[in-house]
């Protein structure tokens, strides 16, 4: 890897630990290039701003995350099957990233709509653009559950909302208590929400 | 009211305003002042940090949200009908706010809880009291209407986080989404979560 694409690695992946760490609004980009080891005159080579990078940032963890929810949520096995396979390796990942830094970081799309959708509309749309996408992809399986009767709902599209709503609070007591143990009972809200009538996942 | 009483106000109100607009952690105590209108010595006066002036209010606000959702959820009314008022005063309250301020703010204590938890001790203990107390008091509603054969669920307390969650998670959206409309299905996702058996809130 040559030294100009390695020092952009570097940025992004300095940006991304300071962000989940601390947040956006408390980083300046000296800190952020501090961090990276790379001179500030390489930050304005690769971004150009500090929100510039954060869209990088989110873009960068989406990519990553959208292709870990197509794998679980398209995969083989039964529709609500692959929705508890999702939460269970949220809560693994979360569990994860908490042995790795001592502290639950949370959702970093909700962290940054939290902190950050009230005072930049560029940021604002692109997180509507990824919960968007996550609901579409929630509302796929519970359709296809629907309609092998395995859930009572009426309304696919406003279920899926209800299931990642509940998703983002719980996940944001994870981060409060520093307790991943919260996401424990996911699939057991998940399914009142959907009104499960299949039993063999109880 | 005195002049100095007067600018711990002045303070106290221009910090909740910047808190709600901008979080916290972009915010100075020089920009807080210069809203509130009052020089920087006054601040040291009354606050001895710009976290113990977060940690007031937070505490201002807890006391008066504690305040209407006592009323709400202690009424005369059933049980479920209480629950089902606290989550329209809720849409009502950010509804009111949108209309002020042209944004909606969402919740403060789960905007710091996302901002900050992970960076202020001081501030996510008392965050935690606030969630703590908050499910205390929607657990308590559970347990009535499960006495009454209301609700199916079996744990009122995990029931009652459950239906905090939804409600964290669907101001989030609301929030995201700058649409209150985002708070409507709250009452109906409740009811999933909770079981209900009684028809006549349907």
């Known amino acids: ?19 989940e760490e601390r947040g956006y609004s408390a980083l300046g980009v000296a800190e952020i290039c501090a961090a990276a080891g790379v001179p500030k005159g390489s930050f304005y ?3 150009a701003s500090k929100e510039a990078l954060a869209l990088a940032v989110v873009d960068e963890h989406w990519a990553a995350q959208k292709r870990a929810w197509t794998r679980v949520l398209t995969g083989e096995a039964e529709p609500l099957r692959r929705l508890r396979q999702l939460f269970e390796e949220t809560e693994a990942g979360q569990r994860a990233a908490q042995e790795g830094c ?9 962290n940054l709509t939290l ?8 940021v604002r749309g692109r997180l509507q653009e990824i919960f968007d996408a996550q609901v579409d992809m929630v ?3 519970v359709a296809e559950a629907r309609e092998r009767g395995e859930v009572a709902v009426t309304d696919p599209r406003e279920a899926a909302r209800a299931v990642v709503a509940q998703l983002e609070g719980q996940v944001m007591f994870a981060k409060l208590y520093n307790n991943t143990g919260r996401l424990g009972p996911l699939w ?3 399914r009142a929400l959907l009104g499960t009538t299949e039993t063999t996942l109880a």
């Open 102 to 110: 001592g502290t639950v970081s949370g959702c970093l799309f909700g």
């Open 1 to 19: 890897m040559g030294r100009t694409s390695d020092a952009k690695r570097k940025i992004l992946d300095a940006a991304r630990s300071l962000i």
């Open 115 to 122: 902190e950050l959708s009230n005072q930049t509309e560029a």
């Open 139 to 141: 509302e796929s399986v």
């Open 188 to 190: 057991q809200n998940c």
């Open 45 to 47: 080579y690769f971004f």
